[in-house]
């Protein structure tokens, strides 16, 4: 096993770092990973925008819900889908590229786009010893996140990124077996699966009891269905279509 393949079988979410700046020639070379990565027929439909001021930060910890390691870290990205300057792109060529953007397809290829370059980060600030921590929770408040980062019509702020120096070792947490996610030539049939899943339940919920000490013994399936039994953010596709994007 190589050391790539080390560092990603090691990858935990960190949510409190040192006090300590990430260089920015760091930051340079990880965004450079970032636009290392697979995009679909070159089209590059992602922006990443690097919080460096700290009001910006606390503002932006605040709608997230109050995470308070969105606003104490080394660095914050937030990677947004950008079709924005695609329209740039259709004014130098002489064409018009409305219908692609709008279309559910376009937004399809957006989001992949920005979450291929995010990994990219994510695995290259860990193999340099730094921490991350996805946050999702900006999109609890995106017409606010996106006025406050400036973003016009055609750009959507999907998640963040926490970067820094690790000041605390978590836990790896289980994933699912593999025979869960890996099918081969077809889909598993439910019989074959609700065994492993209902193994994982009690895999969970065991470590849950270690892990809080006895406080805490929810399982994956009985975690996920609380919190997927109500919605959350419906305000968005209304949001989304109102930047001009997945209206088709």
């Not at 990205?77 to 064409?95: N, P, S, T």
């Not at 953007?101 to 376009?106: A, F, L, R, T």
């Not at 790896?172 to 025979?179: D, G």
Request: net charge negative.
């Amino acid at each position: 096993m190589n050391e790539t393949i080390k560092n990603i079988l090691s990858h935990r979410s960190i949510r409190r770092f040192k006090d300590e700046p990430i260089g920015q020639d760091t930051v340079e070379t990880l965004i450079q990973c970032a636009q290392a990565a697979s995009t679909s027929s070159y089209q590059q439909v992602y922006s990443i925008i690097g919080i460096e001021e700290q009001s910006i930060k606390d503002k932006l910890a605040e709608l997230a819900g109050n995470q308070t390691y969105v606003a104490q870290n080394g660095y914050f990205f937030v990677f947004c889908l950008d079709y924005h300057r695609h329209e740039l792109m259709a004014q130098i060529a002489g064409k018009n590229v409305d219908d692609t953007i709008s279309s559910k397809e376009g937004f399809m290829v957006g989001m992949i786009d920005v979450a291929l370059a995010a990994q990219n980060v994510a695995v290259a600030a860990e193999s340099l010893g730094l921490g991350i921590v996805y946050i999702g929770g900006i999109r609890n408040n995106l017409p606010e996140v996106s006025e406050l980062l400036r973003c016009p019509d055609h750009v959507v702020p999907l998640f963040g990124m926490a970067v820094g120096y690790p000041d605390a070792a978590p836990g790896l947490k289980p994933r699912l077996p593999q025979t869960a996610v890996f099918h081969k030539n077809q889909y598993a049939e439910d019989e074959k699966a609700l065994p492993i899943l209902k193994e994982f339940e009690l895999q969970t919920a065991e470590y849950y009891r270690e892990r809080t000490g006895g406080t805490r013994d929810e399982g994956w399936a009985t975690q996920m269905a609380r919190v997927m039994s109500q919605p959350k953010r419906t305000y968005m596709k209304e949001f989304i279509e109102s930047k001009g994007l997945d209206r088709q």
